[in-house]
């Protein structure tokens, strides 16, 4: 695979290294434009799935694909989990971090969204054979400063389609 430059921001960097991608964002902003891009590559039926601790920046990527989906009143979900947005198409934003397991999270009925709807699941851990075996992964680590983010991305399953429209998207 080719190793690629993006043009978006010059500070951005892209790997392409076994399928995995990974991308150094300076600065909240980068991260949630790396959000739209995913926001406006969303079908109804597609899971993605947030791994990261607390302040780690997957509420503004989040903020970031609602923003792309019409929709701008994106939090985090902490306390409701699940809030379901109506953009360009239904949008579910998930917060699992209160959740103790997989299956509370069907307990709960939430594994139905996933049918009707673009779903987005901070805390992915908690709940993770709940989800979709076909899913976007993305995990949120520390840079080498307060405001830089490393973000990993691969295909589950399936997902393989959803990764390409992601990174030709904006040509990451
Ligand atoms: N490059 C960056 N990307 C994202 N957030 C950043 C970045 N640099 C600094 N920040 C700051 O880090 C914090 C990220 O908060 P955010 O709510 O998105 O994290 P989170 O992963 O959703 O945390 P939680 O698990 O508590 O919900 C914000 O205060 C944001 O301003
Ligand atoms: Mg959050």
Redesign the pocket.
């Known amino acids: 695979m080719p190793i690629l430059t993006l043009p978006i921001s010059p500070s951005w960097l892209k790997i392409d290294w076994m399928n995995t991608h990974e991308i150094i ?8 434009a790396l959000g739209a891009a995913l926001g406006k590559s969303l079908h109804i039926g597609d899971c993605v799935a ?1 791994f ?12 970031g694909v609602g923003a792309a989906l019409g929709v701008n009143d994106v939090s ?1 979900p ?1 306390f409701t989990i699940s809030m379901e947005h109506e953009g360009r198409l239904p949008f579910v934003h998930m ?1 699992a ?1 209160r959740l103790q397991s997989a299956e509370e999270f069907i307990e709960l009925g939430l594994d139905e969204a996933f049918e009707r709807a673009a779903v987005l699941v ?2 992915a851990d908690k709940v993770l054979n709940a989800l979709p075996e076909s899913r976007l992964e993305l995990t ?1 680590l520390e ?1 080498e400063n ?4 490393v973000i990993r991305i691969r295909a589950h399953g399936e997902a393989g389609m959803l990764l390409e429209r992601f990174v030709a998207k904006e040509n990451i």
């Open positions: 964002c300076s600065g909240v902003e980068e991260t949630e947030l990261g601790g607390l302040g780690a920046g997957k509420t503004a990527f989040a903020r985090s902490t917060d971090y901070e805390w949120f840079g307060e405001s830089e983010r």
